[in-house]
């Protein structure tokens, strides 16, 4: 399994903008589909953004399509999720994953986690 350091959550009026980072441990990161998720309180975990291996195919949730970007940087084993536009219910725990077989499009399969990153929307 890869590991998983998350950091730039914290603090943001609506309509504001974080970006989120996700530092990865593995020397084969290229080979991992990775993904970021959220867990409000009282709400279970939710899939949020996915990205193939090489960058190339995104999938994004309803909810944040047109406001957040997930990108790679394989030579940097670093995964990003940019959020403009934020609202207050998109206050979560935001946490990276990884997985080495499926699909960048779903939620299933991912066995490696962050320890995740709160980010607070203040309306």
């Known amino acids: 399994q890869v590991q998983l350091v998350e950091s730039g959550g914290g603090l943001v009026q609506a309509g504001g903008s974080l970006r989120l980072s996700c530092a990865a441990s593995e020397r084969t990161f290229s080979s991992y589909i990775m993904g970021w998720f959220r867990q409000a309180p009282g709400k279970e975990r939710e899939f949020v953004a996915g990205?193939?291996?090489?960058?190339?195919?995104?999938y994004y949730i309803d909810s944040v399509k047109g406001r957040f970007t997930i990108s790679r940087d394989n030579a940097k084993n670093t995964v990003t999720l940019q959020m403009n536009s934020l609202k207050p219910e998109d206050t979560a725990v935001y946490y990276c994953a990884a997985k080495s077989d499926g699909r960048y499009s779903s939620s299933s399969g991912y066995t490696s986690w962050g320890q995740g990153t709160q980010v607070t929307v203040s309306s």
């Open positions: 990205i193939s291996r090489f960058g190339i195919n995104t």
